[in-house]
Protein backbone atom coordinates (compact mmCIF):
# COMPACT_ATOMS: atom_id res chain seq x y z
CA UNK A 1 0.00 0.00 0.00
CA UNK A 2 1.31 2.95 -0.65
CA UNK A 3 0.93 6.40 0.40
CA UNK A 4 1.78 9.72 -0.42
CA UNK A 5 1.05 12.99 1.92
CA UNK A 6 1.21 16.11 0.19
CA UNK A 7 1.61 18.57 2.90
CA UNK A 8 0.80 22.42 2.84
CA UNK A 9 1.65 25.52 4.87
CA UNK A 10 -1.05 24.83 6.91
CA UNK A 11 0.15 21.44 8.52
CA UNK A 12 3.12 23.91 10.01
CA UNK A 13 0.35 25.94 11.02
CA UNK A 14 0.28 24.64 14.50
CA UNK A 15 3.94 24.72 14.81
CA UNK A 16 3.68 28.82 14.50
CA UNK A 17 5.11 29.44 11.18
CA UNK A 18 2.22 31.75 9.01
CA UNK A 19 0.60 30.42 6.51
CA UNK A 20 0.18 31.94 3.11
CA UNK A 21 -3.35 33.14 2.21
CA UNK A 22 -5.12 33.13 5.73
CA UNK A 23 -5.87 35.99 7.44
CA UNK A 24 -3.18 37.59 9.45
CA UNK A 25 -1.06 35.09 7.36
CA UNK A 26 2.84 36.06 5.30
CA UNK A 27 0.99 37.77 2.61
CA UNK A 28 -0.72 40.13 4.31
CA UNK A 29 2.42 41.44 5.89
CA UNK A 30 4.83 41.61 2.65
CA UNK A 31 4.34 41.70 -0.92
CA UNK A 32 5.25 38.74 -3.07
CA UNK A 33 6.04 40.96 -5.92
CA UNK A 34 8.25 42.17 -3.37
CA UNK A 35 10.51 39.40 -1.83
CA UNK A 36 9.15 36.41 -3.72
CA UNK A 37 10.25 36.77 -7.22
CA UNK A 38 13.11 36.86 -9.25
CA UNK A 39 12.54 40.38 -10.41
CA UNK A 40 12.70 41.54 -6.26
CA UNK A 41 15.94 39.54 -6.16
CA UNK A 42 17.34 41.33 -9.04
CA UNK A 43 16.05 44.80 -7.95
CA UNK A 44 16.48 44.49 -4.00
CA UNK A 45 18.56 41.15 -2.93
CA UNK A 46 19.01 42.61 0.42
CA UNK A 47 15.32 42.80 0.93
CA UNK A 48 14.90 39.68 -0.38
CA UNK A 49 17.70 38.11 1.48
CA UNK A 50 16.43 39.53 5.11
CA UNK A 51 12.87 38.10 4.15
CA UNK A 52 14.27 35.04 4.17
CA UNK A 53 16.53 35.06 6.69
CA UNK A 54 13.99 35.90 8.93
CA UNK A 55 11.26 32.78 7.40
CA UNK A 56 14.88 30.85 8.51
CA UNK A 57 15.67 32.05 11.64
CA UNK A 58 11.47 32.08 12.82
CA UNK A 59 12.00 27.96 11.58
CA UNK A 60 14.81 27.50 13.50
CA UNK A 61 13.19 28.50 16.57
CA UNK A 62 9.51 25.85 16.33
CA UNK A 63 9.22 22.44 16.42
CA UNK A 64 7.08 19.99 14.70
CA UNK A 65 3.89 19.27 16.01
CA UNK A 66 1.60 16.49 16.32
CA UNK A 67 0.73 16.11 12.78
CA UNK A 68 4.26 15.93 11.37
CA UNK A 69 5.00 13.36 14.12
CA UNK A 70 1.90 11.71 13.41
CA UNK A 71 2.72 10.84 9.87
CA UNK A 72 6.08 9.52 11.02
CA UNK A 73 3.46 6.59 12.71
CA UNK A 74 1.95 6.09 9.58
CA UNK A 75 5.89 4.91 7.76
CA UNK A 76 6.06 2.44 10.78
CA UNK A 77 3.61 0.49 8.58
CA UNK A 78 3.01 1.78 5.02
CA UNK A 79 5.23 2.89 2.49
CA UNK A 80 4.55 6.73 2.72
CA UNK A 81 6.29 9.94 0.36
CA UNK A 82 5.65 12.88 1.73
CA UNK A 83 5.61 15.43 -1.03
CA UNK A 84 5.68 19.06 0.52
CA UNK A 85 4.91 22.95 -0.83
CA UNK A 86 6.79 23.61 2.34
CA UNK A 87 10.45 25.27 2.93
CA UNK A 88 10.47 24.44 6.23
CA UNK A 89 11.92 21.06 7.18
CA UNK A 90 9.71 20.18 10.01
CA UNK A 91 8.82 16.97 8.23
CA UNK A 92 12.23 15.99 8.49
CA UNK A 93 13.00 17.09 12.02
CA UNK A 94 9.66 15.10 12.80
CA UNK A 95 11.66 11.90 11.89
CA UNK A 96 10.22 11.71 8.00
CA UNK A 97 12.73 9.31 5.76
CA UNK A 98 11.00 10.14 2.42
CA UNK A 99 10.66 13.92 1.81
CA UNK A 100 10.16 15.50 -1.80
CA UNK A 101 10.22 20.23 -1.41
CA UNK A 102 8.38 21.22 -4.27
CA UNK A 103 9.58 24.40 -3.55
CA UNK A 104 12.45 23.54 -2.17
CA UNK A 105 13.99 23.63 1.39
CA UNK A 106 14.85 26.85 3.24
CA UNK A 107 18.18 25.01 4.85
CA UNK A 108 20.19 25.25 1.45
CA UNK A 109 21.34 27.85 -0.58
CA UNK A 110 21.81 27.77 -4.16
CA UNK A 111 23.79 29.53 -6.91
CA UNK A 112 22.00 32.62 -8.36
CA UNK A 113 23.37 32.08 -12.20
CA UNK A 114 22.20 28.25 -12.29
CA UNK A 115 19.78 25.94 -11.03
CA UNK A 116 22.54 23.83 -9.03
CA UNK A 117 25.55 24.02 -6.51
CA UNK A 118 23.78 23.68 -3.83
CA UNK A 119 25.26 24.38 -0.04
CA UNK A 120 23.18 23.21 2.99
CA UNK A 121 23.64 26.43 5.83
CA UNK A 122 20.95 24.94 8.64
CA UNK A 123 19.71 28.38 9.94
CA UNK A 124 22.91 30.44 9.06
CA UNK A 125 21.50 33.90 7.31
CA UNK A 126 22.41 34.36 4.08
CA UNK A 127 24.37 38.03 3.04
CA UNK A 128 25.14 39.68 0.63
CA UNK A 129 28.60 38.67 -0.71
CA UNK A 130 28.31 34.96 0.42
CA UNK A 131 29.12 33.04 -2.94
CA UNK A 132 28.67 29.89 -4.62
CA UNK A 133 30.96 27.40 -5.76
CA UNK A 134 30.31 29.47 -9.51
CA UNK A 135 31.22 33.31 -7.47
CA UNK A 136 27.42 33.91 -8.08
CA UNK A 137 25.85 35.54 -4.92
CA UNK A 138 23.74 32.67 -2.89
CA UNK A 139 20.30 32.57 -2.92
CA UNK A 140 17.71 30.58 -0.76
CA UNK A 141 16.74 27.51 -2.51
CA UNK A 142 13.54 28.35 -2.76
CA UNK A 143 10.79 27.65 -5.74
CA UNK A 144 9.71 31.91 -6.71
CA UNK A 145 7.03 32.72 -8.38
CA UNK A 146 7.22 32.55 -12.16
CA UNK A 147 10.06 30.28 -11.54
CA UNK A 148 9.77 26.81 -12.88
CA UNK A 149 8.87 23.78 -10.50
CA UNK A 150 12.11 21.21 -11.54
CA UNK A 151 10.84 19.23 -8.79
CA UNK A 152 6.93 18.80 -10.50
CA UNK A 153 7.50 15.32 -12.72
CA UNK A 154 9.05 13.50 -10.21
CA UNK A 155 6.13 14.29 -7.65
CA UNK A 156 3.94 13.92 -10.62
CA UNK A 157 5.82 9.95 -10.62
CA UNK A 158 5.22 9.30 -6.83
CA UNK A 159 1.61 10.76 -7.14
CA UNK A 160 0.96 8.34 -10.00
CA UNK A 161 1.85 5.37 -7.94
CA UNK A 162 -0.34 6.03 -4.65
CA UNK A 163 -2.93 4.05 -3.42
CA UNK A 164 -4.21 6.63 -0.87
CA UNK A 165 -3.43 10.46 -1.03
CA UNK A 166 -3.59 12.32 2.13
CA UNK A 167 -3.46 16.16 1.45
CA UNK A 168 -3.11 18.26 4.44
CA UNK A 169 -3.20 22.30 5.14
CA UNK A 170 -2.98 23.01 1.60
CA UNK A 171 -5.61 25.42 0.35
CA UNK A 172 -4.84 23.77 -3.36
CA UNK A 173 -4.66 27.56 -5.13
CA UNK A 174 -0.88 27.44 -5.75
CA UNK A 175 -0.26 25.98 -8.93
CA UNK A 176 1.31 24.02 -10.87
CA UNK A 177 1.75 22.19 -7.69
CA UNK A 178 -2.00 22.03 -6.65
CA UNK A 179 -2.46 20.69 -9.68
CA UNK A 180 -0.86 17.39 -8.53
CA UNK A 181 -3.61 15.83 -6.91
CA UNK A 182 -4.96 15.36 -10.39
CA UNK A 183 -2.05 13.16 -11.54
CA UNK A 184 -3.13 10.09 -9.08
CA UNK A 185 -4.82 6.94 -10.49
CA UNK A 186 -8.29 6.84 -10.80
CA UNK A 187 -9.41 4.44 -7.57
CA UNK A 188 -6.51 6.41 -5.32
CA UNK A 189 -8.65 7.63 -1.94
CA UNK A 190 -7.97 10.83 -1.45
CA UNK A 191 -8.36 12.69 1.84
CA UNK A 192 -8.09 16.31 2.35
CA UNK A 193 -7.36 17.47 5.84
CA UNK A 194 -8.37 21.36 6.41
CA UNK A 195 -10.64 23.29 8.12
CA UNK A 196 -11.53 25.71 5.52
CA UNK A 197 -11.66 23.97 2.71
CA UNK A 198 -15.05 23.87 0.97
CA UNK A 199 -16.28 20.04 0.46
CA UNK A 200 -18.12 21.47 -2.56
CA UNK A 201 -14.76 22.91 -4.39
CA UNK A 202 -13.43 19.17 -3.79
CA UNK A 203 -13.80 16.10 -6.26
CA UNK A 204 -16.93 13.64 -5.85
CA UNK A 205 -14.52 10.91 -4.90
CA UNK A 206 -12.67 12.67 -2.16
CA UNK A 207 -13.39 12.43 1.38
CA UNK A 208 -12.85 16.04 3.25
CA UNK A 209 -11.54 15.96 7.26
CA UNK A 210 -12.82 19.51 8.35
CA UNK A 211 -10.11 19.95 11.00
CA UNK A 212 -6.66 21.45 12.44
CA UNK A 213 -3.67 19.30 10.68
CA UNK A 214 -2.99 17.64 14.11
CA UNK A 215 -7.13 15.85 14.80
CA UNK A 216 -6.98 15.33 11.40
CA UNK A 217 -3.79 13.08 10.81
CA UNK A 218 -3.97 11.61 14.66
CA UNK A 219 -8.18 10.36 13.41
CA UNK A 220 -7.41 9.18 9.41
CA UNK A 221 -4.44 7.78 10.95
CA UNK A 222 -6.08 5.44 13.77
CA UNK A 223 -9.01 4.93 10.85
CA UNK A 224 -6.37 3.50 8.42
CA UNK A 225 -4.05 1.94 10.97
CA UNK A 226 -7.05 -0.09 12.69
CA UNK A 227 -9.17 -0.56 9.58
P1 LIG B 1 -1.85 28.22 1.66
O1 LIG B 1 -1.36 29.23 2.64
O2 LIG B 1 -2.30 28.67 0.33
O3 LIG B 1 -3.00 27.42 2.36
C1 LIG B 1 -2.86 26.99 3.69
C2 LIG B 1 -4.03 26.09 4.01
O4 LIG B 1 -3.82 25.63 5.33
C3 LIG B 1 -5.40 26.77 3.98
O5 LIG B 1 -6.29 26.00 3.19
C4 LIG B 1 -5.84 26.77 5.43
O6 LIG B 1 -7.22 26.56 5.58
C5 LIG B 1 -5.06 25.60 5.99
N1 LIG B 1 -4.81 25.67 7.41
C6 LIG B 1 -4.63 26.74 8.22
N2 LIG B 1 -4.40 26.36 9.48
C7 LIG B 1 -4.45 25.00 9.48
C8 LIG B 1 -4.28 24.00 10.47
N3 LIG B 1 -4.00 24.32 11.75
N4 LIG B 1 -4.38 22.70 10.10
C9 LIG B 1 -4.65 22.35 8.81
N5 LIG B 1 -4.82 23.24 7.82
C10 LIG B 1 -4.71 24.55 8.16
O7 LIG B 1 -0.71 27.14 1.57
P2 LIG B 1 -0.21 26.19 0.42
O8 LIG B 1 -1.36 25.57 -0.27
O9 LIG B 1 0.84 25.35 1.04
O10 LIG B 1 0.52 27.18 -0.59
C11 LIG B 1 1.39 28.13 -0.02
C12 LIG B 1 2.74 28.26 -0.64
O11 LIG B 1 3.53 29.09 0.24
C13 LIG B 1 3.45 26.96 -0.70
O12 LIG B 1 3.94 26.88 -1.97
C14 LIG B 1 4.62 27.06 0.27
O13 LIG B 1 5.84 26.84 -0.41
C15 LIG B 1 4.68 28.47 0.73
N6 LIG B 1 4.69 28.59 2.22
C16 LIG B 1 5.41 27.70 2.96
C17 LIG B 1 5.40 27.78 4.34
C18 LIG B 1 6.23 26.81 5.13
O14 LIG B 1 7.24 26.35 4.65
N7 LIG B 1 5.81 26.45 6.34
C19 LIG B 1 4.64 28.76 4.98
C20 LIG B 1 3.92 29.67 4.19
C21 LIG B 1 3.95 29.56 2.79
Not at 56 to 61: D, L, P, Q, V, W
Amino acid sequence: MKIVVFSGAGISAESGISTFRDNGGLWDKFKIEDVATPDAFSKNPELVLEFYNERRKNISEVNPNAAHITITKLEQKFDVTIITQNIDDLHERAGSKNVLHLHGCITVAKSSKIDGHYKYIAYDDIKIGDLAEDYSQLRPHVVWFGEEVPELENAAAIIQQADIMITVGSSLNVYPAAGLIHASKTDCQHFVIDPNVEELKLPENFTLIKKNAGEGMSDLVQRLTLG
